[in-house]
């Protein structure tokens, strides 16, 4: 069975830092790309960022110069750690994998993680 576990997520201050990890078992990912995601209530969710297999990365607007993404494909993982955290990062993070190319589509991600809940407060 596949299963992606992420952890990390907490509460920050605007301005901090929180570094999120995701944990793939079960297949391994190092032919395909990996991303971050994230919701919030009421919205839909909505892309982070994503590393494919080579390591070319693409990130939102909104978070691009703030957040980096990392992948270690021998231990099966990805990390995102987000810098200069905003009040509007606040959501529910979830990891996502199985996507061949650099994509930004949650429907073409066939794996996800259950979410790890990043809270920042002023």
């Known amino acids: 069975q596949v299963r992606l576990v992420e952890s990390g997520g907490g509460l920050v201050q605007a301005g901090g830092s929180l570094r999120l990890s995701c944990a793939a078992f079960?297949?391994?990912?190092?032919?395909?790309?990996m991303s971050w995601f994230r919701q919030v209530p009421g919205k839909e969710r909505e892309f982070v960022a994503v590393?494919?297999?080579?390591?070319?990365?693409d990130y939102a607007d909104s978070v691009k110069d703030r957040f980096t993404i990392s992948r270690d494909s021998f231990k099966n993982t990805v990390a995102l750690q987000m810098n200069s955290l905003k009040l509007e990062d606040t959501g529910v993070y979830y990891c996502a994998a199985g996507v061949d190319g650099r994509s930004r589509l949650l429907n073409e991600y066939e794996y996800w993680g259950q979410g790890t809940q990043v809270t920042v407060s002023s």
């Open positions: 590393v494919t297999w080579s390591g070319t990365t």
């Open positions: 079960g297949r391994s990912f190092s032919a395909y790309a």
